[in-house]
């Protein structure tokens, strides 16, 4: 690790995401100058401006790009707005947007961004003069063919909108009509795509319909509990909702609630739109977070942040199966006690690929000025997302190993294949 200059810190998220990738490119016997380049990411953008705030008084703000690997097209991932984040954490995400988009073969490489900020401390306006101001900062370091973000944690179609009008306004006026196309999770109105906003939830419930009959769990009559209730954890609550799966326990930055009856997501959705967080449901009581993680489901779905679930959470989880909505929620310690434990773990690389899935088909749609119906997005994202399935599955099957591993090794064979294709400039 160390010529490949890792940090030598187990609880580290970027030691941790990339040692899974290193073990798995040695498994795979991945020729040394792979490893190499893997192990880094090309470019760590960081950059620091200054905004005024409605009172008047001005803030500092830092913000991250980090471009991990273009070799099977433009740098491609979200950002996020968030008060704790650091660049580990955002080049260990920039790592799995790479394996992402390699396990779904996109044209498109790893990249991920981030704003250090609470986005709920800011006014609206405050937001869209530091969200524009970032686009100016990150200047040509982001662009259509280039790298394109999206949203992730703490943003929205709305923000997307703020940094493609700031990018045409500073970049697209006098050249091309696609410019919008810098970054996709825009509204519908302004390029947006039908069926982006659920698209990480909708790909997750086609990923549990592809794999869940082989594990003997039948969807429509499964219990399950949700870590996180934001886009992706209340897409997920209403689409399994609408296939007969039981909601028992939900919990998040707010508290935890169970409801043994099931919770419906859609109403638990108007009141976290209401009241900003999961605790006060009228529907359910509210329970610990010994008691959340403890509670008996088919399956438990972190859908919020990284490093959730360590050993001391896996050794009281009380499910079948773990399917990762959120990037990175399972921690190296946390998985190994599951497996001793006999839980299965579907790995975010697979789960969580809808969003830039669909994020590509809006991407396409801007550049060939089409508008595509939701039926189509979702019966595209079903054939590309069940076969992604299929094939880490067939993996895991033949090689005897888990499912991450699976994942990983096959996004690892297709870059494999186009550096052994492309060679190495010059
Ligand atoms: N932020 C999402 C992710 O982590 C979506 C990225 C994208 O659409 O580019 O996968």
New binding site residues.
């Given amino acids: 690790m160390d010529t490949l200059h890792c940090p030598g810190d187990p609880d580290n998220l970027y030691e941790q995401t990339i040692c899974e990738v290193l073990n798995t490119a040695s498994f795979l016997d991945l020729p040394e100058h792979l490893r190499l380049i893997l192990a880094q990411p090309k470019n760590e953008v960081m950059v620091h401006f200054p905004v005024q705030m409605d009172d008047g008084s001005w803030k500092l703000m830092k913000g991250y790009r980090v471009q991990h690997n273009n070799v099977a097209g433009p740098y491609?991932?979200?950002i996020r707005y968030h008060g704790d984040v650091k660049l580990d954490e955002v080049k260990s995400?920039a790592v799995?947007?790479t394996l992402?988009c390699a396990l779904m073969q996109l044209p498109y490489g790893g990249a991920k961004g981030a704003l250090k900020i609470h986005p709920r401390d800011f006014s609206s306006n405050e937001l869209m003069r530091m969200t524009r101001r970032f686009v100016a900062a990150l200047g040509d370091n982001i662009g259509p063919d280039y790298d394109?973000?999206?949203?992730?944690v703490g943003t929205n179609a709305q923000i997307m909108a703020w940094m493609a009008d700031t990018y045409i306004n500073l970049k697209g006026n006098h050249g091309r009509v696609d410019a919008q196309s810098v970054v996709?999770?825009k509204p519908l109105v302004f390029g947006g795509s039908e069926g982006r906003e659920k698209a990480?939830g909708q790909g997750l419930v086609f990923v549990l319909e592809t794999l869940l009959p082989g594990l003997g769990i039948d969807l429509a009559h499964c219990s399950y509990s949700l870590i996180g209730f934001g886009n992706v954890g209340s897409w997920t609550g209403r689409l399994l909702q609408d296939r007969g799966a039981a909601l028992t326990h939900v919990m998040d930055h707010t508290g935890a609630i169970s409801n043994p009856d099931g919770i419906s997501a859609r109403a638990l959705a108007d009141h976290v739109k209401k009241t900003g967080g999961v605790s006060g449901f009228s529907d359910a009581a509210p329970c610990s977070t010994e008691d959340f993680y403890r509670a008996p489901v088919d399956l438990l779905i972190p859908a919020a942040l990284e490093q959730m679930i360590g050993p001391d959470e896996a050794a009281l989880v009380n499910c079948r199966l773990l399917a990762e909505a959120a990037?990175a929620p399972t921690t190296p310690a946390g998985e190994r006690v599951l497996t001793e434990r006999g839980i299965e773990v579907l790995p975010a690389i697979l789960c969580?690929?809808g969003?830039?899935t669909v994020?590509y088909f809006e991407w396409k749609q801007n550049r060939d000025s089409e508008s595509w119906t939701e039926e189509d997005v979702d019966r595209k994202l079903h054939e590309m997302i069940s076969d992604a399935a299929h094939r880490v599955h067939d993996f895991a099957a033949s090689h005897s190993c888990s499912m991450r591993r699976a994942a990983y090794a096959v996004a690892l064979r297709h870059l494999e294949e186009l550096y052994t294709l492309r060679g190495i400039f010059p």
């Fill in positions: 491609k991932g979200g995400l799995l947007m992402k394109i973000p999206a949203p992730d996709t999770g990480t990037n969580n690929c969003g830039v994020s």
